[in-house]
């Protein structure tokens, strides 16, 4: 190995950690909102990048993915929760919510994946707005999802008697409970990044991408392209139930709202705007959707009351607009993402396009 | 007709599909031996390409059927005849646009390797192994058809007859017993043809049964050891380019009768 | 016996406008393959139009029919012309591009759309004018009013006009070539880009017409009521056989009772362990039931990926 690329990249890793390492205390100077919402940026990372496997690698476009993350966060939240009176610990609920969410997976895809991409599109959307319509209305005659109201009072992630809600004392430091979230969300997010690329360079993720390049040729080589779909979506629903899992406790509480068709897109937008299948690019992707819509909300409101002395575009809707035009002006002038493989921007390049 | 064949490979028995209407083939059968370069020629529409697809698992046949390699061909699904040996190459390339050359050549291993997701997330040794052997082995096929200054290009980004290779490549990396090349000398120039046909007849000397469907009768005339025409979906002869050449039913169906 | 009749009734009126919807789906999808998410939105401006020039006419003393009439006719226009703008600055120039691309576009045009949408006409509930007289009639011991065999005659009269223009017409002639085979087409001298256009802005007419009715139906209309409307007609497209204009019109109404019959029913048939709520519910399970079994759709045919 070069010692000079070697030298530059243990650097690299060395800030990048210092950086991790330090973010949640400088984001507390500005109070504990902020360390929430850094917590979220890293929930979404890992979010986008279990979409990733399933948009970017093998190009399957999964506009139901919240569904999988609802799967994940009510299974935390009716087995560790005071609504059933269970407590089960972490290592028995994150599991059976990554399975749940992977066999609702397999159920979904193996009627669908055997036909035409936009229509596993219309179907995981439709299939999304069904979990969230169960969720409602699941509250009587028997009393499962408790509704509209949602479950409250949810166990928070614990590890024996260390509990990662509330302020603790480690070495000295204390550490508040998003704070202690913000670790556990790094590991899992470091994890998720790992297995991003590991994959992709694998005999599967190669098969994944030869199914998204040109399905009819990937056949002809022996890819069994059903399976291996099929096997991209479970995948993908599996994150989906765990960072779910993750949400639940983080939250202490969960209502249908969170799972509405709209956080399906902004995932999606996560990983499209980001660079479709490159790692970076999504990190950046699920990071700039996650901060920028707060700067916008703490942002906008007080600059319209300053310069015009009235709220003229309220900030939500000023957001999600700018969202779909992001969209729309990101596959038009630069369908690769913001941060495309180096592989796919040399392309561009060449091709003058 | 061909009955007693020495060392059959592939053997097409009335081998019949209709679209609508339309008959494409018409009990069509012919017997591809081990070691050979077969040809099948026959003008526009004669039916070459759905025969070439009914055999590789693309289109379902609605009568007859193949046996290859001593056994029944079930052909429903292109993996499972890629699985048994078929390798093709399409008359309109069809590679992995936005993989590099050598990846297109490793993906080619894919039905000849097993390495799973938890090979790949635990990376442990056997994994590793395989996965060092599909490197190597793609390195070799991108040597073998000498395109291996081009493994970290994109395959859309090649030049046609790069692609042409590449696309060779690829199929050689599913170990094929037979290797179907469909129209390869399509839009070449004579200097690629020629470079082509010394591909081919390499392919071959090194054990690969190879079928060529081309619309190039010279390169087909000089390169194969036996050839079938087919004309509106039916086998007008099999036999050595000597024979085929000077049949006059070809000449005529060639030459629009 | 009775529930079952006016559960039909129910499902023909909704239907209809389901078939209406379908429609555009349908042909924007026949001609280029693509599936338009924002055509709901359309749906909703166009009834959100109507609301507008509607009421502000009625307020100023208009009489009834004539400010409906002016309303309906402006919300025509206003979606041809969204229709029309939709296709040329943000299809048009992904012809070419993989199938994702303008997929995404058409989530993020639906997006847009809708929070424009809120942005002009706010986040609330509005009423929609009365533009109909209200009457009741009954029949065999089932309800229905003047509305209900408004919006069914006006929906087969617009399907008709639709059928006419597709058939009797050189630009339907056009349309038909193009989603037959669009490089043949194009070679025999048909001009693409009018083609597709066309469906675009014939689709939006007959969207602005169905989100007229809607309105006319339940009176009230919102920023967000396009996107369930827009999903069950996609629905109804493929129940019907995607690309199939016959198809889709059988689809809508027969998505409109299958979605009627099971709320009316759905209540017995799970020992009412599932209410009336789930109505939504059906679509989805028809559509992925379609997909499962009959991929092609009820009156599709069956197409594949060509090699």
């Not at chain 1, 699941?138 to 408790?146: D, G, Q, Y």
């Not at chain 1, 202490?252 to 970076?280: C, K, Q, T």
């Not at chain 2, 646009?97 to 039905?111: D, F, I, K, Q, W």
Request: aromatic share 8%; glycine share 12%.
């Amino acid at each position: 190995m070069n010692f000079g690329r070697f030298f530059r990249s243990t650097v690299g890793i060395g800030l990048t950690a210092a950086i991790l390492l330090a973010l949640p205390f400088v984001a507390a100077t500005g109070g504990q909102a902020w360390v929430r919402i850094l917590d979220f940026a890293i929930l979404y990372v890992f979010l986008a990048l279990g979409l990733n496997i399933v948009v970017g690698l093998a190009g399957l476009l999964d506009l139901g993915y919240i569904a999988f993350y609802a799967v994940g966060a009510y299974t935390w939240a009716l087995l560790a929760s005071p609504h059933f009176g269970l407590h089960w610990p972490i290592w028995a609920i994150l599991p059976l919510g990554a399975g749940l969410a992977c066999f609702a997976g397999v159920l979904l895809g193996s009627p669908t994946l055997k036909l035409r991409g936009d229509y596993l599109a219309i179907v995981t959307l439709g299939f999304g707005e069904i979990v969230r319509i169960f969720l409602n209305n699941l509250n009587a005659p028997i009393n499962v999802t408790n509704g509209p109201q949602g479950i409250t009072l949810i166990d928070p992630v614990s590890f024996g008697a260390f509990k990662f809600s509330g302020t603790t004392q480690i070495f000295g430091f204390a550490l508040s409970g998003p704070q202690k979230y913000y670790f556990l969300l790094v590991a899992l997010a470091i994890l998720v990044i790992i297995i991003n690329i590991r994959l992709q360079n694998s005999r599967i993720g190669r098969a994944w991408q030869a199914i998204r390049e040109d399905e009819i040729a990937a056949k002809a080589i022996g890819i069994n392209t059903r399976n291996l779909k099929l096997l991209a979506f479970a995948m993908g629903a599996s994150f989906g139930g765990v960072a779910g899992g993750i949400f639940s406790a983080m939250q202490g509480f969960v209502s249908p709202e969170s799972f509405s068709l709209l956080e399906s897109i902004m995932i999606l937008a996560m990983v499209v705007l980001g660079g479709m299948g490159h790692i970076p690019g999504v990190i950046l992707g699920a990071v700039l959707l996650t901060v920028l819509p707060e700067v916008l909300r703490y942002g906008v409101g007080p600059l319209q009351m300053a310069m015009f002395g009235k709220m003229l575009v309220d900030p939500e809707s000023l957001r999600m607009l700018v969202f779909g035009l992001a969209l729309v002006l990101v596959m038009r002038f630069k369908p690769a993402g913001l941060w495309p493989s180096p592989e796919r921007q040399r392309e561009l390049k060449e091709t003058g396009k | 007709m061909n009955v007693n064949l020495p060392n059959p490979l592939l053997e097409a028995k009335a081998v019949a599909k209709h679209f609508g209407g339309v008959k494409a083939l018409r009990d069509v059968s012919l017997t591809i031996r081990r070691g050979e370069i077969y040809g099948l020629i026959g003008p526009n529409g004669a039916g070459k390409t759905t025969f070439f697809n009914c055999m590789t698992g693309l289109y379902v046949p609605d009568g007859g059927g193949f046996t290859f390699d001593g056994a029944p061909l079930i052909a429903d699904a292109p993996d499972k005849a890629a699985a048994r040996g078929i390798a093709r190459t399409f008359q309109n390339i069809r590679l992995f646009g936005n993989m590099t050359a050598l990846e297109n050549v490793m993906v080619g291993r894919h039905v000849r390797t097993k390495a799973g997701v938890l090979g790949a997330m635990f990376q442990n040794a056997a994994t590793k192994a395989e996965e060092a052997a599909i490197r190597q082995k793609a390195i070799d096929l991108l040597h073998y058809v000498r395109i291996e200054e081009r493994a970290g290009d994109l395959a859309r980004n090649l030049s046609y007859g790069d692609q042409r290779r590449l696309e060779i490549a690829r199929a050689l990396a599913t170990d094929p017993k037979l290797l179907c090349l469909d129209e390869p000398a399509a839009g070449m120039n004579a200097t690629e043809t020629e470079q082509l046909r010394d591909l081919i007849d390499g392919i071959r000397r090194d054990g690969t049964t190879i079928l060529l469907i081309e619309h190039d009768v010279k390169l087909v005339m000089g390169l194969c050891d036996r050839v079938a025409v087919l004309d509106y979906g039916a086998l007008v002869i099999e036999d050595v380019p000597a024979v085929v050449q000077k049949d006059q039913r070809v000449i005529e169906a060639y030459l629009g009768a | 016996m009775d529930i079952f009749l006016q559960q039909i009734i129910n499902g023909l009126v909704q239907g209809s406008i389901y078939a209406l919807v379908a429609l555009g789906y349908t042909m924007v999808y026949g001609i280029m393959g693509l599936i338009n998410f924002a055509h709901g939105e359309v749906v909703m401006i166009g009834t959100l139009v109507t609301i507008t020039v509607a009421g502000s006419l009625i307020k100023a003393g208009m009489p009834v029919a004539v400010a409906g009439f002016a309303g309906l006719m402006a919300a025509v226009l206003v979606c041809m012309a969204l229709g029309w703008a939709l296709e040329r600055v943000a299809y048009r120039p992904l012809r070419n591009a993989p199938r994702l691309t303008p997929l995404i576009t058409a989530i993020g045009m639906s997006i847009v759309l809708q929070n424009l949408a809120m942005m002009i006409w706010g986040r609330n509930y509005l009423t929609f004018p009365a533009l109909l007289p209200k009457m009741d009639f009954e029949f065999a011991g089932a309800n229905f009013t003047m509305i209900q065999i408004i919006i069914v005659l006006v929906s087969a009269a617009t399907m008709g006009g639709l059928l006419l223009l597709v058939y009797r017409t050189k630009l339907g002639m056009a349309m038909r070539a193009t989603a037959q085979n669009p490089a043949v087409a194009s070679l025999m001298g048909v001009n693409i880009n009018r083609v597709i256009a066309a469906a675009f802005v014939i689709g939006s007419a007959l969207g602005a017409v169905a989100g007229v009715m809607v309105g006319t139906y339940y009176e009230i209309a919102h920023y967000q009521m396009g996107f369930m409307l827009g999903l069950k007609a996609f629905t109804a497209a493929v129940l019907g056989g995607i690309g199939n204009l016959a198809g889709a019109m059988l689809g809508g109404i027969l998505l409109g009772i299958i979605e009627a019959l099971g709320a009316g029913y759905i209540g017995d048939l799970t020992g009412g362990f599932l209410g009336s709520h789930y109505q939504d519910i059906f679509a989805f399970v028809v559509l992925i039931v379609v997909l499962m079994f009959k991929p092609s759709g009820l009156f599709g045919e069956k197409t594949g990926d060509r090699a």
